[in-house]
């Protein structure tokens, strides 16, 4: 009776030594995989679990995840770079209750095919995270000149952004003044003189909804609330 005592006392310290030294690199490979079965694939990608103590990860719970790619696909979003930590993160579940990071030259197209890179800042609730997104004004620029060249035939010359929801557009010799908000569908619209033009739809692989904007002469700002918690299952 005494030997098995013996034998399973030490079968415990020995599982208890595993998994406080060799968790959080154990765990860190348990994300990874996590992550590929989620439709993430990136050209590098470094992930690093903590868990105080280090016994919770036993039970799939850790402190902090942080994860750093470059290169990234998931699912259908394409990104440059990728700075994600996650807080109070449920491993069997693939929650957490908290994030913040950069989702960096994430690509999608606009409206009329235009390719659009934006960089999403962003932190809060996992589920609802304040989301701040700046898109370049060339290419809200580009894109507002397509979208009027195909709601009324005619292209103009230039479109210029101004503070704080002005979108400025040249046609021949006349200047038209557009104000920018958001439609109820989450697109991206100027209004001007009664007629309503879509500069940007909304992008499903991004999954934000937005609530507000704002210009500068050289982005546009786009702030929402981003679920990163739908990225993780």
Same mark, same amino acid.
Request: charged share 15%; hydrophobic share 45%.
């Given at each position: 009776?005494?030997?098995?005592?013996?034998?399973?006392?030490?079968?415990?310290?020995?599982?208890?030594?595993?998994?406080?030294?060799?968790?959080?690199?154990?765990?860190?490979?348990?994300?990874?995989?996590?992550?590929?079965?989620?439709?993430?694939?990136?050209?590098?990608?470094?992930?690093?679990?903590?868990?105080?103590?280090?016994?919770?990860? $036993?039970?799939?719970?850790?402190? !902090? *995840?942080?994860? #750093? =790619?470059?290169? %990234? @696909?998931?699912?259908? /979003?394409?990104?440059?770079?990728?700075?994600?930590?996650?807080?109070?993160?449920?491993?069997?579940?693939?929650?957490?209750?908290?994030?913040?990071?950069?989702?960096?030259?994430?690509?999608?197209?606009?409206?009329?095919?235009?390719?659009?890179?934006?960089?999403?800042?962003?932190?809060?609730? $996992?589920?609802?995270?304040?989301? !701040? *997104?700046?898109? #370049? =004004?060339?290419? %809200? @620029?580009?894109?507002? /000149?397509?979208?009027?060249?195909?709601?009324?035939?005619?292209?103009?010359?230039?479109?210029?952004?101004?503070?704080?929801?002005?979108?400025?557009?040249?046609?021949?010799?006349?200047?038209?003044?557009?104000?920018?908000?958001?439609?109820?569908?989450?697109?991206?619209?100027?209004?001007?003189?009664?007629?309503?033009?879509?500069?940007?739809?909304?992008?499903?692989?991004?999954? %934000?909804?937005?609530?507000? /904007?704002?210009?500068?002469?050289?982005?546009?700002?786009?702030?929402?609330?981003?679920?990163?918690?739908?990225?993780?299952?």
């Amino acid at each position: 009776m005494r030997g098995c005592l013996f034998v399973i006392v030490i079968a415990i310290v020995f599982l208890t030594g595993a998994i406080w030294f060799g968790g959080p690199p154990l765990a860190s490979a348990v994300v990874t995989s996590s992550l590929a079965s989620s439709g993430f694939s990136s050209e590098t990608l470094d992930v690093e679990v903590t868990a105080e103590p280090p016994l919770t990860l $036993a039970i799939g719970r850790a402190n !902090t *995840i942080a994860i #750093d =790619a470059t290169g %990234v @696909s998931w699912n259908s /979003l394409k990104l440059d770079s990728l700075s994600l930590n996650l807080r109070s993160v449920d491993l069997i579940a693939r929650t957490a209750k908290s994030a913040d990071g950069r989702l960096g030259g994430v690509r999608f197209t606009g409206a009329g095919g235009q390719p659009v890179v934006a960089n999403v800042d962003l932190s809060g609730p $996992a589920d609802a995270a304040r989301a !701040t *997104i700046t898109v #370049d =004004a060339v290419t %809200v @620029s580009t894109m507002a /000149l397509a979208a009027f060249d195909a709601d009324f035939g005619v292209r103009p010359s230039s479109a210029t952004l101004i503070a704080p929801d002005i979108i400025q557009v040249k046609v021949g010799g006349l200047t038209l003044t557009g104000h920018l908000s958001i439609a109820k569908d989450g697109a991206i619209v100027a209004t001007a003189n009664g007629s309503t033009t879509r500069i940007l739809a909304p992008d499903p692989s991004l999954p %934000v909804r937005l609530t507000g /904007l704002a210009v500068t002469p050289t982005e546009l700002e786009l702030r929402g609330t981003i679920d990163v918690s739908s990225l993780l299952r």
